[in-house]
């Protein structure tokens, strides 16, 4: 069994939307292995939101404005890290639920659920897609990162890192969900 880790980031917490965001994931089949409630410190986003993020960002954040014909003076690295600053100030805005998911194809099956990073290019249906307000490009022109809900670990050694990362294994549980016991070969 695979396992994911999910962040509801402070604008899901605020709306009031987690426990519903949640019951999606259950539905259809994860098991929620460990949950926690916290405001993240500094040092633990600058290492889920690392610098080698910057000039990933900024060049995408360069290619968008560029799309968009607006004029700027700042470098694509100047862009990125604005906006990693602006996501890690983000997730210090409030309080995040931070979930472990497990069950079959877990970090698969989630990424579809969540949908794309760009709230406006996620399809109906999907988390972002359904809840998401603020699209990558508006926030991008406000200079900041998108409030896009929810974190979610991209690849099976992502999400490895990011549990560990946010935490102990003592706060891990294995049980039997009904849905397992009906669903086992």
Do not use: C
Request: charged content about 25%.
């Amino acid at each position: 069994m695979e396992q994911t880790l999910i962040i509801f980031k402070p604008d899901a917490v605020k709306r009031g939307i987690v426990g519903e965001l949640l019951t999606r994931f259950e539905k259809v089949g994860l098991k929620i292995v460990g949950t926690k409630m916290l405001v993240a410190d500094p040092q633990m986003l600058a290492d889920h939101y690392p610098d080698s993020l910057v000039p990933i960002v900024g060049n995408k954040t360069k290619a968008d404005w560029d799309s968009y014909g607006i004029e700027y003076s700042e470098t694509a690295e100047q862009i990125g890290q604005m906006i990693v600053d602006s996501t890690r100030d983000f997730m210090r805005s409030g309080p995040v639920v931070a979930v472990v998911l497990q069950g079959g194809h877990a970090v698969e099956v989630v990424r579809k659920m969540v949908g794309s990073t760009g709230p406006k290019d996620s399809a109906p249906g999907t988390i972002r897609g359904d809840y998401a307000h603020l699209s990558l490009g508006q926030a991008s022109l406000k200079k900041k990162g998108a409030a896009n809900l929810i974190h979610a670990s991209g690849t099976a050694d992502e999400a490895e890192k990011e549990i560990a990362m946010w935490f102990k294994k003592s706060e891990l549980f294995d049980y039997e969900t009904v849905h397992e016991q009906f669903t086992r070969a």
